[in-house]
């Protein structure tokens, strides 16, 4: 079933990118994702930790949430990027992530990176260094919404 969601999932993302349905075309696009599934079942075979697609109730509660952040993030900076210069104030700040669960940090720091105007740098031991185009950005981040809504979805630690 892992292999099959998969197969379906890249099959799908192939033909969104590609959009041309011809013999020659479809031919590439299927050994392109055939080379993808023996490289997912060598690195299973590998760690032993079969990754499964996210679907269910948290995926679908998550990706809502993140297009909306990602929606406000992307009007905050072009209000930034038209408005007066001042108002960029380039920030560098540590934020500690120990209390999200170790594997949804990368989610966690990667749910950053997608909302224009930050961007993760580093995720090393429970901390995720952040970049962003204001202070307060950096501000909104401490006060842990994000990380709370993930924790929230995808669950804790304790």
């Known amino acids: 079933m892992h292999i ?23 031919f590439f696009g299927v050994a392109s994702v055939i080379i993808v599934l023996i490289a997912l079942v060598r690195m299973d075979a590998v760690d032993k930790e079969p990754k499964a697609i996210g679907t269910g109730i948290p ?24 408005g007066a210069p001042e108002k960029v104030s380039p920030t560098l700040a540590t934020l500690d992530a120990s209390d999200v669960p170790e594997d949804c940090r990368a989610l966690y ?13 580093d995720l090393e031991d429970g901390d995720v ?27 804790s630690n304790s």
């Open 4 to 26: 099959a969601k998969w197969t379906v999932l890249l099959a799908i993302f192939w033909l969104l990118l590609s959009g041309i349905i011809e013999p020659l075309m479809l």
């Open 59 to 82: 995926f679908l509660r998550y990706i809502p949430w993140l297009i909306g952040q990602i929606t406000l993030s992307s009007l905050e900076v072009t209000k930034m990027v038209w």
């Open 109 to 121: 720091a990667n749910s950053i990176t997608l909302t224009p105007g930050t961007l993760s740098v």
């Open 129 to 155: 260094t952040v970049h962003a185009l204001r202070q307060t950005s950096i501000d909104e981040l401490k006060e842990g919404h994000m990380k709370n809504k993930i924790i929230r979805i995808w669950g």
